[in-house]
């Protein structure tokens, strides 16, 4: 798929099938992570790949409570679920004390988005599942999710195969200054 089409295309998806995605597929995707530019080459990331529906839920659930019903209103409706149910997750944490982590891993998750559209499978980036890693199960989710020493969450990425379809977002041309 060309690649400004691939952009064009790409959407946050909501609804995944339970099907997993393959490995070969899986593999790809996580090759695009690996090969994202870094500040100084440094790769500040590292990729937690979980695909066991239990601890996916364990995530949501803390980051819930930390939240309160209070946090978003999506947190009011008993369905609603941090990762939309999808079937694969990654989760990018990144060194701690490295200034330009964040963006790196940012990135690093784009990338992974792109790679994911291009390969037909549906995508949602994800900050909510933060506040899990600030609660009292912080250090707990930290080692199911194999984070290593120095390292904490930055964002996610939820990968399945979608079943929605959204519209492309408005263009805001006014959001670009041109300075010649």
Not at 34 to 57: D, K, M
Not at 94 to 100: A, V
Not at 154 to 175: N, P
Request: proline share 6%; glycine share 8%.
């Amino acid at each position: 798929m060309d690649v400004l089409q691939t952009i064009s295309n790409r959407r946050s998806h909501r609804v995944y099938k339970a099907e997993q995605l393959p490995e070969e597929v899986l593999t790809l995707i996580l090759t695009a992570g690996l090969q994202s530019p870094s500040a100084r080459n440094r790769q500040p990331w590292h990729f937690s790949v979980v695909q066991n529906a239990e601890l996916i839920q364990k995530v949501h659930d803390e980051a819930a409570k930390v939240m309160g019903k209070g946090g978003s209103p999506r947190f009011a409706d008993p369905d609603f679920q941090i990762f939309y149910h999808a079937p694969t997750v990654v989760f990018l944490f990144g060194e701690k004390d490295f200034p330009w982590t964040d963006v790196d891993c940012g990135i690093a998750v784009e990338n992974m988005a792109l790679a994911a559209e291009g390969l037909g499978i549906g995508s949602v980036i994800l900050g909510l599942p933060k506040p899990a890693f600030q609660g009292d199960k912080a250090d707990e989710l930290r080692a199911k999710l194999q984070c290593p020493e120095g390292y904490d969450f930055v964002i996610a990425l939820a990968l399945g195969y979608s079943t929605d379809m959204k519209d492309a977002h408005d263009l805001r041309q006014e959001k670009i200054s041109r300075i010649r």
